[in-house]
């Protein structure tokens, strides 16, 4: 117990030299509290309702509830590939502050629906609500990328990117969090209703202080062939060597983090033979080591706008998953981390919380400044459809990452397996991320 505490007082002191410069600047400033605060009550949002679905379906459809769960991520995911294109062009062509504020509208009127949904028990209403939702978060992406710079002086954008980042998943570790204690309370489908909803308003609220921004294409025509649209948008990224090259770098990360996350349940439940709260200690480690490598980025670059971490942060994240895969590897049911006090209680099980921390704050580390890079050195009319084609990209690779897994399954690789092999196939990212730094 101590040693616990010990650990707990000595993470916590470490997370706070990271957090106290960007607190004392942009978490204090009207340029960018708005911002930052709206898009992380959006992430909590949208998990929240996500993971209340989707124990509801697990627990409650009549029939169906694996292929419903596989249905609510691709219906959350399926915006991203159909609207990225028009989402690019809109929050290029339109006042971006003023159209955020509009998908907090949209926002708040889905979580209306979905407490009708949630009051009423109905599947379709709650569904509609998810694809609503993620049609809401494919307009935000290029809306909040694209307005940074707007705010933000060049030596605060890294910062600035960290920090949204951060929020963003610690938004999604406290929705994920929420929506599992709240559905399962009594009157549980209420409760999550009425939370979303005030989560919904306070969202509005916040978005409506974001600063204007000026128009980055005046009179901009809104082409609405999303498919003609989405390729042209990427061959313009492929134009630019920089821009492409973080693209496909952010787009391997995105399939690298969902191979993770997918594996999470797994090996948890097959090879450890865990309950769920150690997969949300699993997740807990992951979304901290994330943002605290989002936060450590600005201090590492000392505000430089640089490709430098990128490589180093890739051949962390292969030699920490190998670390996390090796101190797994000989877990079993028989043996295994049963709950969160087992897992605490075994040498095997610090090693590898702290080696799935260790990955994810380089995941951090490499994310951040892929963004910037993208905000940078696209041009100034364009930086909306810029990060639109990063998005169709992302959607592209997460698909591919998705069908992998399932094939690797299908020939009975293990969890700690597919892990390893991501991790090997991610040496040759690690290379190939290292072009970055010599084109920039």
Partial sequence: MPRNYCN???????????VEPAASSLLASRRFLPLFASQALGAVNDNLFKNALVILVVYHAAHGGP?????AGGLFMLPYILLSAIAG??????????MLVLTKWLELGLMILGAVGFLTGSFWVLFTVLF???VQATFVG????????????????????????AGTFGGILAGTIAGGILIGLAHGPLIVAATAILIGVAGLMTAAQIPPAEIAEPGLRINWNSIRQSWLMVRGARANRVVWLSILGLSWFWAFGAIFLAEFPVLAQHDFGANNQVITLMLACFVVGIGGGSLLTARLLHGDISARLVPRAALG?????????????????ATGWHDVGSLLAASPGDMALAALMATALCGGLYSVPLYVLIQEFSAASHRSRMVAANNIMNAFFMVIGSAAIAGL????????????LAALINLAVAWFVRRLTLDQ
Avoid: W
């Fill in 8 to 18: 707990s007082l000595a993470m916590r002191c470490c997370i706070m030299r990271i």
């Fill in 409 to 420: 399954a299908a020939i009975h690789l293990t969890a700690p397996q597919i892990l390893l």
């Fill in 142 to 165: 290029p809306l909040k990328y694209g307005i940074l710079p707007n705010h933000l002086a060049e030596n605060e954008l890294v910062r600035g990117n960290g920090l949204i980042e």
């Fill in 132 to 134: 609503g939702l993620g």
């Fill in 317 to 333: 994240l292969s030699v920490f998953t190998i670390i996390f895969v090796a101190a797994t590897y000989n877990v079993t049911p």
């Fill in 67 to 71: 292929e419903l769960v596989a249905a």
């Fill in 89 to 98: 062009q809109v929050a290029d062509g339109y006042n971006r502050a003023r």
